[in-house]
């Protein structure tokens, strides 16, 4: 039996180059003002889904919601195995909380229908809810089996799964459809093949029409570039809120019951040092001070 896989990604700020312009005032993250990436976890997501998809056959689509730059880590996706990808991209979707985001991708989780398995990753480093992917499972009406490290048996319409928790594991066994959420021990996420950057780096979405053909002026037109996308493969889809079915009431800052009261710039500062000797007695000495303030 072969299993269709369906991948939720998110591209986020690197939360590793946080500025005092990471915010909005709104309470909503300026985007623009971060480095984007690849959600760590969702990469693992991608990958126990590739490896379903390698080991049982099926089909792995990836869908993300998002500005049109999130094509970005669809391409990525691309490059690491995935057959199909999606964007889920319009303003009315923008400040969109869990709660709206959850509901915005199940609409396009159903839009795509053919699934047997849901992937994500347990959560994103720009929010640390881990909501979304419990709350699209409850609204597709799908079992979920959350901190999933790995699939220790899929046969016909059963699977059990490996959770992993700080103080150990447990075996649990479900039925498909189902929506798993995948931890960062899952697995090491491969690298991108360089075989299908070369097939898949024209993979574009018809708002990089221009800046393609800036380096492709051959194509001359972006319909002919469209054609020439579309005719291979390469044209990937955008859906807008109507595509999904998505009533833009639940959707946006408006659909969003989750606001921020308040932004605070916290600057962290050292009031003084202190020198420790560089001896046994000087160590004891320096372990001993950060026990008594609590840091160790």
């Given at each position: 039996?072969?299993?269709?896989?369906?991948?939720l990604?998110?591209?986020?700020?690197?939360?590793t180059?946080?500025?005092?312009k990471?915010?909005?005032?709104?309470?909503?993250?300026?985007?623009?003002a971060?480095?984007?990436?690849?959600n760590?976890?969702d990469?693992?997501?991608?990958?126990?889904a590739?490896q379903?998809?390698?080991?049982?056959?099926?089909s792995?689509?990836?869908?993300?919601m998002?500005?049109?730059?999130?094509?970005?880590?669809?391409?990525?996706a691309?490059?690491?195995?995935?057959?199909?990808?999606?964007?889920?991209?319009d303003?009315?979707?923008?400040g969109?909380?869990?709660?709206?985001?959850?509901?915005?991708?199940?609409?396009?989780?159903?839009?795509?229908?053919?699934?047997?398995?849901?992937?994500?990753?347990?959560q994103?480093?720009?929010?640390?809810t881990?909501?979304?992917?419990?709350?699209?499972?409850?609204?597709?009406g799908?079992?979920?089996?959350?901190?999933?490290?790995?699939?220790?048996?899929?046969?016909g319409?059963e699977?059990?799964?490996?959770?992993?928790?700080?103080?150990?594991t447990?075996?649990?066994?479900?039925?498909?459809p189902?929506?798993?959420?995948?931890?960062?021990?899952?697995?090491?996420?491969?690298?991108?093949?360089?075989?299908r950057?070369?097939?898949?780096?024209?993979?574009?979405?018809?708002?990089?029409?221009?800046?393609?053909?800036?380096?492709?002026?051959?194509?001359?037109?972006?319909?002919k570039?469209?054609g020439?996308l579309?005719?291979?493969?390469l044209?990937i889809?955008?859906?807008?809120g109507e595509?999904?079915?998505?009533?833009?009431?639940?959707?946006?800052?408006?659909?969003?019951p989750?606001k921020?009261?308040?932004?605070?710039s916290?600057?962290l500062?050292?009031?003084?040092?202190?020198?420790?000797?560089?001896?046994?007695?000087?160590?004891?000495?320096?372990?001993?001070?950060?026990?008594?303030?609590y840091?160790?």
């Open positions: 039996m072969t299993y269709n896989c369906v991948v990604v998110k591209q986020v700020p690197d939360t180059n946080i500025t005092g990471a915010m909005k005032e709104d309470g909503t993250v300026n985007r623009a971060l480095p984007a990436i690849f760590p976890e990469l693992h997501a991608l990958e126990m590739l379903v998809k390698e080991q049982y056959g099926g792995v689509t990836v869908l993300t998002g500005p049109p730059r999130a094509a970005e880590i669809l391409r990525e691309l490059y690491r195995g995935a057959d199909r990808v999606v964007l889920l991209t303003r009315k979707t923008a969109s909380d869990t709660l709206a985001t959850s509901y915005a991708l199940k609409c396009a989780v159903e839009k795509i229908r053919d699934y047997d398995l849901v992937f994500c990753g347990r994103a480093i720009d929010g640390d881990a909501q979304v992917g419990p709350q699209v499972a409850e609204k597709l799908l079992p979920q089996i959350t901190y999933a490290e790995a699939i220790e048996s899929l046969e319409s699977i059990v799964v490996r959770r992993a928790f700080p103080l150990g447990e075996r649990v066994k479900g039925a498909l189902c929506l798993l959420t995948v931890v960062e021990s899952a697995n090491e996420p491969r690298p991108p093949s360089a075989r950057i070369v097939s898949n780096k024209l993979a574009a979405i018809p708002q990089e029409y221009p800046a393609l053909l800036e380096k492709w002026p051959e194509f001359e037109t972006e319909d570039l469209d020439y579309a005719a291979r493969g044209k889809a955008v859906w807008c595509d999904a079915g998505i009533d833009y009431e639940k959707v946006g800052l408006s659909g969003s989750t921020v009261l308040k932004i605070d916290v600057v500062g050292a009031e003084g040092s202190k020198e420790f000797e560089a001896s046994e007695a000087g160590l004891s000495a320096l372990v001993r001070e950060l026990v008594e303030d840091i160790l």
